[in-house]
T-cell receptor, first 113, second 110 residues
Framework: GQQVMQIPQYQHVQEGEDFTTYCNSS?????IQWYKQRPGGHPVFLIQ?????EVKKQKRLTFQFGEAKKNSSLHITATQTTDVGTYFC?????????????FGTGTKLQVIP | DGGITQSPKYLFRKEGQNVTLSCEQN?????MYWYRQDPGQGLRLIYY???????QKGDIAEGYSVSREKKESFPLTVTSAQKNPTAFYLC?????????FGPGTRLTVL
């Protein structure tokens, strides 16, 4: 199936530093979803972006969807130890349907106190 | 995640045995999914179902089977044909905007 690639695979940051993970696709995306998985836990849905150039914020998290709808980013400002986990992007063929949802490879974030 | 239950949390089986993982949701979601996650790896789609009595293969369906006889239930059978069944299995459901996961079952085949 069509994949989305995420970079970096791992990231270690000092607490208080910023963090960004990128999601890239070779084809145009109808939407991009972001999830967070804490160590030992299950993925939790964070947000879905649909519009070209869309930017959404959730407290210290900023999500962007590229103008060409082929890439997306998640930026965390001033990381905290509670941000530790793996962040996944995901795609589905259509924004509103119950379609096949394909996940990216994930970025594992470690925050050093 | 509160509306999706998977049991048990840990499951051990001998090689060559079929095993069925349960997944129940009370969210009234039409779509349900099964994903597999290996240590340090991403999520790979096994099967998904958009409505009752219908399901489609995902990217790694070989060695697995599912049924969707009720909207609330989407059990996954890991058959003896699955070559590397030890993994973390995640069930999920969706109403079309985001996928919501259960707590998962860690299957170990000895």
């Amino acid at each position: 199936g069509q994949q989305v690639m995420q970079i970096p695979q791992y990231q270690h940051v000092q607490e208080g530093e910023d963090f960004t993970t990128y999601c890239n696709s070779s084809t145009t995306l109808s939407n991009i979803q972001w999830y967070k998985q804490r160590p030992g836990g299950h993925p939790v849905f964070l947000i879905q972006l649909v519009k070209s150039g869309e930017v959404k914020k959730q407290k210290r998290l900023t999500f962007q969807f590229g103008e060409a709808k082929k890439n997306s980013s998640l930026h965390i400002t001033a990381t905290q130890t509670t941000d530790v986990g793996t962040y996944f992007c995901a795609r589905s063929p259509d924004s509103g349907g119950y379609q096949k949802v394909t996940f990216g490879t994930g970025t594992k974030l470690q925050v050093i106190p | 995640d509160g509306g999706i239950t998977q049991s048990p949390k840990y499951l051990f089986r001998k090689e060559g045995q079929n095993v069925t993982l349960s997944c129940e949701q009370n969210l009234n979601h039409d779509a349900m999914y099964w994903y597999r996650q290996d240590p340090g790896q991403g999520l790979r789609l096994i099967y998904y179902s958009q409505i009752v009595n219908d399901f489609q293969k995902g990217d790694i369906a070989e060695g697995y089977s599912v049924s969707r006889e009720k909207k609330e239930s989407f059990p996954l059978t890991v058959t003896s044909a699955q070559k590397n069944p030890t993994a973390f299995y995640l069930c999920a459901s969706s109403i079309g905007r985001g996928v919501f996961f259960g707590p998962g079952t860690r299957l170990t085949v000895l």
